[in-house]
């Protein structure tokens, strides 16, 4: 066996896979098992980490019957909760993550390994042939421009749960990760603010097994005012001075009006409108410069 036996003095292993689970017991077993089969094809010493993250159901029973080391939180808490206990009892100097639902193929394992041969981070990147409804599909590709305008380069799958990274990094971001399902955001916008590098490996998913846990609306609008928010940490300046700008060209461009259409003077709410534009720029500069101390202390 290439995954060795818990011992009350951790060994390290090459490879940990993470697997989050909430009321999976129809598919997490047979998840687990074909990981076990991909890793021992492998040839690296692995463990396989299943968090339970309060099901009411048999998830834990079924995932223990496979072997795996079964870590259960006692309500749900999570899915981003559920990997960061995950990254905190892993021994594995490469880390990978997949759902428990049934969406990811553990068979593509192997590329994100290969690919951790060079890149710090590698992500999952679904093609068009992957199974998600055509409302998924379109708020991805949303969500998708958005982070590359933040990050300044093309961010190809925003939101994938199937990843891996090297431990070092992971531990080092793990106080920066959000309890709930936008930790692929937060660890993605992270990363390539902090210098690591990031690739992406093409994925073909299925559909999920089981009731989903997201919902479209409550969900979706709750995902965009995250990213807005991750934004504001992560690259301030990129939001404060577009919407500067703007401010800064509505108050002179109405300012103007007044002066040549109206024959008035610029008025109050044009003065109002450029300050507003200054100290919004003011704002973004001040906050660029905490979000760099941030990242430069947690880099140490």
């Not at 590329?111 to 599909?137: C, H, N, P, W």
């Not at 982070?147 to 939101?159: F, H, K, N, Q």
């Not at 919407?243 to 800064?248: C, F, K, P």
Request: glycine content about 8%.
């Amino acid at each position: 066996m290439n995954h060795p036996e818990q011992t009350s003095h951790p060994v390290p292993v090459d490879i940990s896979v993470i697997i989050p689970a909430y009321q999976e017991e129809e598919i997490i077993g047979q998840i687990v098992r074909r990981v076990i089969q991909v890793m021992d094809q492998a040839g690296q010493s692995y463990e396989v980490i299943v968090i339970n993250d309060g099901s009411t159901d048999q998830t834990e029973r079924e995932a223990r019957q496979t072997g795996a080391t079964v870590i259960s939180n006692p309500y749900n808490i999570g899915n981003g909760a559920a990997i960061k206990t995950g990254i905190r009892h892993s021994r594995g100097r490469l880390l990978v993550f997949l759902d428990g639902d049934g969406q990811h193929q553990p068979e593509d394992i192997p590329k994100f390994i290969k690919a951790l041969e060079t890149y710090d981070m590698v992500v999952g990147a679904r093609t068009k042939d992957s199974k998600a409804t055509f409302q998924r599909k379109v708020a991805n590709r949303i969500y998708n421009g958005i982070a590359s305008y933040v990050c300044g380069r093309e961010i190809e799958d925003l939101t994938s749960g199937f990843r891996a990274v090297r431990a070092e990094i992971a531990h080092d971001l793990l106080p920066l990760l959000p309890n709930t399902f936008s930790y692929p955001t937060t660890i993605t916008l992270a990363v390539v603010r902090s210098g690591y590098s990031l690739t992406y490996v093409p994925i073909n998913t299925g559909w999920r097994i089981g009731k989903s846990k997201i919902r479209p609306l409550t969900d979706g609008s709750r995902f965009m005012l995250i990213i807005f928010k991750i934004a504001t940490l992560y690259s301030p300046m990129k939001i404060f001075l577009p919407i500067s700008l703007l401010t800064l060209l509505i108050g002179l461009g109405y300012g103007l009006y007044r002066i040549f259409f109206l024959d008035t003077r610029y008025g109050p709410t044009s003065a109002m409108l450029i300050t507003v534009s200054i100290l919004m720029f003011l704002i973004g500069l001040v906050s660029e410069q905490i979000a760099q101390l941030r990242f430069d202390r947690s880099g140490n």
